[in-house]
C-alpha cells in the first residue's frame, strides 16, 4: 500500500508540540528522534519556542520551509483539530496523533475523533491514532523511533503491531532484550484510520519483512483480516497474540476503546482458517518468533529427547503428548560423565534417524559440569549433519528444529545459540516453553505444506429459486404482519423442504421408524454480527437420537467462516468426527462435506439468510434433512 509509504519512510519529520521542557511528551519523542540517528529531517513546531533540543523550531506547520511527510502531533486533545488545520493546509498526507482523549476517553471526545478523521479523510491523508504512542522504523535508509520506547531493538525483519500502547512498548523492550531483530513497529492507538489490516495489506507486500507479531485487542473487519492473513501465511509467518478472550476481558477493553465482543471459539476457527500462529501471552510470543528465525527448518511431529536428568525429561514428555506431538522413545539419557562429549556423540544419531522430525535437548548442570561445553559441543553436532548427502523424500537432518532448554538460574530469558551465519538453536529457561514453541511451528509448516484448497463448484444448486421461494415466504408473512419486531421471518417446514430442494439438498417429512438408530449430523449456520456467516457441525455420538446429538452440539461446537473451502470442509469433518468420538459417522465423510459445501455456497449467495439450522439423518448414501428451522430477512435494496 503506497498510501502508508511515508509513515516507514519519510524524508521530513515535523513534530507537533515538541517542547524545551525535557519532562514533556513532546520533548521526550523529539529526542528519540534525535537519537534513532534519523536518515531525513526533523522539525519541532512549537510556537513560544525559538528552538527545541539546539534545533531550529517553526510556529505552525505552514511554517516548515519544506514539504513535510509525516506530521506527528504531541498536543492536547483541544488543540488538535486546529492543527489539523494546518496539516491540510501544508499538504501533508501522513499524520500521527500521540494525544488522548478521543474514543479512548469519553463520548464528546469520540465526537472530537469522528470529525478529525472525516477532515483528514476529505484531504486524502492517512492518519495513525489518536492515542498511539508511535512508530519505529528501523533499516539503514530510515532509523526513525517517532514513539515513546526508550530502547530500540537493532535491526530486523520483523513487524509488530500492537492495539495497546504501553505493552507494545514493552514487547519492543524484550524484543532488545532477547536480540530479535525489529524492522517496523506501530502502535495503532484508537484506529480511527490506519487499522491492522492495513498493516498487515503494507507488511505483507514488503519484501524486507519475513514476521508479522500482532498484539490485538478486537478487530475491525475480521473478514478482511482473514483475506490478507490467508495470503500472507503462505511466504511469512503471523502470529497473534488475541486479549480480551472472556466477557469480563472485553468489558474491559471495551471501556478504553470502541470494540465488538466476538466469541473465542470464531477467533480461534478464523486463526486457524488462515495459518495465523495463535499464542496466548507475550513471552509465548518470543517464544515462538525465536524458533521461527532460527533457520531454515522444518518441523515435524515425531519429536526426540536428548537429556542429561531423568526429572525434566519427565515434564518434557508430558508436554509433548499434551502439545500432540508424537514423543519417539526412549529418553535419550547421556548421563554426567564426559557430558560435552557425550552430547556431541548422540545428537548426530538422532537427528540422522528417519523416524525424527524434531529434538529437544535438555541441560542441567551438576557438579562441575560446563555450560559453555555442552553449548559448543551442540554447535558441533548441527555441523556435522549440515554435511551429509540429501536424503530423498525426508527430512535432511540439518533441517530438523533443534530446541534446547538449559535448566540454569539467574536469567530467565529465552537465549540463542549460534550454529552457522543461517542457524540458531534456542535455549529455553523451563522445557514447557521449548515444547510450546516447537509445537506451534510444526503446526505452522504443516499449514504451508497442505493444499490451502478451493472454493468448489457444485452441480444442483439453483440458488436464485431458493432466493424467489424464501421472498414468496417473506411477502406472505409481511402481508399477514406476522414478521417480528427485527423484520425476521420464520419459514415454515414445506418452505425449508422447498428451499433445500432449490440446492439439491434431500428432505422427508419425518425421520423414518429407525431414525433413532441411524448415523446423524447438524448443521447451524448464523451471522455473526462481525465476522459475517458462520458454519457449525455436530456429528452424533455414540448415544442415538437428536436429542443426544444436541447434547453434545452445546458443548462441542466446531465452526468456520463462511465461505468453505474444500480444505475447510475437510478440516471441519475432521475436527467434528474427533469431538463425537463416534465410529459410526467415519463412512459419511463425503456426504456430510457435500451438504456443508452446498448450505455454505447458499449462504454466500443469499445474503437474506439469518440463520438456518438443520439436522440431517444417513439413509443410505445420502443426507436427508428431518427438520430444521430457517430464519431470513429482507434485504434493503
Known sequence: MTSLHHFFHPKVVAVVGASRNKDRLG??????????????????????????????AYPSL????????????VVPASQVLSVIDDVIAAGIKHVMILSSGFSDMDKPGEELEREISEKLRAAGCRLIGPNSLGLIQMDSETRLNASFAPKVPEYGHVAIASHSGALGITILDYAAYIGLGVASFVSLGNRADVSGNDLLQYWGDDPAIEMILLYLESFGNPRNFSRLARRITRQKPILAVKSARTPVGHDVANARTVSVAAEDATVEAMFQQAGVIRV??????????????????????????????????????????????????????????????????????????????????????????????????????????????????????????????????????????????????????????????????????????????????????????ARTRMYQEISATSYRGEENVQGLVMLDWPAVREVLAAIGLDTADAPN????????????VETDPLFGPLLRLYLSSEERGAAALRRSAKTLPTVRLLPLTDADARELWSDALLNSASSRMKPHEDVVIDAMIRMSQWVEDVSEIVEADLYFVIEGHRAVCVAGRVEVARRNG
Not at 505552514?62 to 502531533?73: C, N, Y
Not at 421408524?513 to 447451524?524: D, G, K, P, R, T
Open 280 to 465: 496466548d501471552t507475550l513471552q509465548e510470543l518470543f517464544d515462538v518468533a525465536v524458533l521461527l528465525k532460527a533457520g531454515p527448518t522444518r518441523g515435524g511431529r515425531r519429536v526426540a529427547v536428548v537429556t542429561n536428568t531423568a526429572g525434566g525429561a519427565v515434564m518434557t514428555v508430558d508436554r509433548i503428548v499434551r502439545e500432540g506431538l508424537e514423543f519417539v522413545g526412549p529418553v535419550i539419557n547421556v548421563g554426567f560423565e564426559t557430558l560435552a562429549e557425550s552430547y556431541r556423540e548422540v545428537l548426530p544419531q538422532v537427528l540422522r534417524d528417519p523416524s525424527v522430525d524434531s529434538v529437544i535437548v535438555l541441560f542441567t548442570p551438576v557438579g562441575p559440569s560446563n555450560e559453555e561445553a555442552v553449548r559448543v559441543a551442540i554447535s558441533a553436532a548441527l555441523c556435522e549433519v549440515a554435511n551429509d548427502p540429501p536424503v530423498p523424500g525426508g527430512r535432511h537432518p540439518y533441517e530438523k528444529p533443534v530446541v534446547a532448554n538449559f535448566l540454569t538460574t539467574g536469567d530467565y530469558r529465552v537465549r540463542m545459540l549460534e550454529v552457522d551465519s543461517e542457524r540458531q538453536i534456542p535455549i529455553y529457561p523451563f522445557p514447557e516453553q521449548a515444547v510450546r514453541a516447537l509445537a506451534k511451528v510444526v503446526a505452522y509448516h504443516e499449514y504451508r505444506e497442505k493444499d490451502p484448497g478451493v472454493i468448489p463448484f457444485v452441480d444442483g444448486i439453483d440458488t436464485d429459486l
Open 513 to 524: 421408524a429407525q431414525a433413532e438408530e441411524q448415523a446423524s449430523f447438524n448443521i447451524v
Open 27 to 56: 520533548h521526550v519523542l523529539f529526542r528519540h528522534i534525535l537519537n534513532s540517528d534519523f536518515r531525513g529531517t526533523v522539525y519541532p513546531v512549537n510556537p513560544s519556542a525559538q528552538s527545541v533540543a539546539a534545533v531550529r
Open 62 to 73: 505552514r511554517d516548515v520551509p519544506e514539504p513535510v511527510d509525516l506530521a506527528v502531533l
